[in-house]
């Protein structure tokens, strides 16, 4: 698959790559902050309780270019009993701004029995307290 469109910016769908690997990067550090009977709990092996892509967005501010180098930040900003909310934003070395935002649902998966399932008490906490500071009143999550 090709990276640029005729005009030489990077697709669209190469921002919901590097959303996505920024996403996993940053749930794999948060889960491995928790306490270790907690990290269990969520295995990310298809089996048992994870977490499911259930929303993502993205807005592009500015074309990005090939080769380029970014930065993906994600953000903790809700949570509720069977998901939460993130925020992303992606920063171009080359440009030195800026590129894309946007914002991502996770769920809480019950793999074996093939539906949505809460998060336990303890997750919820330990979610809680690593919510950014700058997390606004609740949306409409």
Not at 35 to 54: C, D, M, S, T, Y
Not at 76 to 88: D, I, S, T, W, Y
Not at 119 to 137: G, Q
């Amino acid at each position: 698959m090709d990276v640029q469109d005729p005009n030489d910016h990077v697709t669209n769908t190469v921002y919901f790559k590097w959303a996505e690997a920024g996403r996993l990067w940053f749930i794999a550090a948060l889960f491995a902050s928790f306490p270790v009977h907690l990290q269990k709990e969520f295995r990310g092996n298809g089996a048992g309780k994870g977490l499911i892509l259930g929303f993502l967005s993205n807005t592009y501010l500015r074309p990005t270019f090939w080769p380029d180098t970014v930065l993906v930040a994600h953000k903790l900003v809700e949570v509720k009993e069977r998901k939460f909310k993130m925020e992303f934003m992606i920063y171009s070395y080359a440009q030195q701004l800026q590129v894309g935002k946007g914002d991502a649902i996770l769920a809480a998966y019950d793999y074996d029995a093939l539906t949505s399932c809460a998060l336990s008490p303890e997750i919820i906490s330990e979610l809680r307290a690593r919510l950014s500071p700058s997390a606004a009143a609740p949306s409409k999550l």
